[in-house]
């Protein structure tokens, strides 16, 4: 008899933000392969006596492959009852999920997923912006440009079409070929963009910009998120405009009243 899997999101960080389901688990797991990017306040909710694995990419000057991840945890669900496999935001955002949930199947290992909140959302929400927006995002995309990520080729022009938000996981270093890319795709230089760095922890750090200079930003603490698109207007600049639109509203209103 195997025990079960728990592919379990922890969010961006801050411990509030794990569910209700993610704490239980973890205070009744007896074993906990979790990622570099799932903070120590997170791992400290885990039962005293649970197995805690790094299985992160890199492990010290180790590399883990997904692989070793893989049978890592089919073995634990060989004597553990309940494992969890702790991944930073939510486990089907980038998690490479796919491959994890393809060995269970195949070792025949009985597993579920618990939510978790992305990256993409804890950062809008930390800067107060919205990622959609019935006047100028009708759309939010999740990308990524990093190669780790898959072999697949990013569609810069069909994703600057969308005239959506853009929310770009893992940009690395490649910041100034994403802004190059997005303008070659057409967007103009003016596009409003927002660094967050490490959303919802103690050293969390925005930075807001344009696409025009993206380029010659040093890039923030990883991990960090990008954002493009008309929602990552300056948080006090659209504050003003709201402002002001809604001051000349009055004024509409008290000029068609008078
Ligand atoms: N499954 C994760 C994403 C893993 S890919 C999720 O749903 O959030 C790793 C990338 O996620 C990082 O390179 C970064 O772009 C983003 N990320 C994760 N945590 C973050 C945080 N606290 N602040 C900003 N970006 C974060």
Redesign the pocket.
């Given at each position: 008899m195997t025990g079960k899997v728990y592919l379990v999101?922890a969010g961006?960080?801050d411990p509030e933000l794990l569910t209700l389901k993610a704490i239980r688990l973890l205070r009744i797991a007896d074993v906990v392969l979790h990622d570099a990017?799932v903070s120590d306040e997170i791992l400290r909710l885990a039962r005293p006596h649970a197995q805690l694995i790094a299985v992160g990419k890199r492990v010290g000057d180790r590399r883990i492959t997904q692989r070793e991840t893989n049978r890592q945890m089919i073995d634990s669900a060989q004597w553990a009852n309940i494992v969890v496999r702790l991944?930073?935001?939510?486990?089907l955002?980038?998690?490479r999920a796919a491959e994890e949930m393809a060995a269970l199947r195949e070792a025949g290992v009985e597993f579920e997923i618990v939510p978790?909140i992305?990256?993409?959302i804890?950062?809008a929400a930390q800067a107060r912006i919205p990622l959609t927006d019935r006047e100028g995002a009708p759309s939010v995309t999740f990308i990524?440009a990093?190669k780790a990520a898959g072999d697949y080729p990013v569609d810069f022009t069909s994703i600057a079409s969308t005239n959506g938000t853009l929310a770009?996981?893992?940009?690395?270093g490649s910041y100034g070929e994403i802004s190059r890319q997005l303008m070659t795709a057409g967007l103009p230089a003016t596009t409003p963009c927002l660094m967050?760095?490490?959303?919802?922890?103690e050293n969390?750090a925005l930075q807001w910009s344009d696409l025009g200079s993206l380029q010659s930003m040093i890039p923030p603490e990883?991990?960090?998120?990008l954002i493009v698109g008309e929602v990552a207007r300056c948080r006090d600049e659209s504050e003003t405009v709201a402002w002001l639109q809604s001051q000349n509203e009055v004024l509409q209103a008290a000029g068609q009243e008078a």
């Open positions: 999101g961006p960080g990017l991944k930073g935001g939510d486990p955002v980038f998690g978790g992305t990256a993409a804890a950062a990524t990093h770009i996981y893992m940009p690395g967050v760095s490490n959303a919802s922890r969390q990883a991990p960090a998120l």
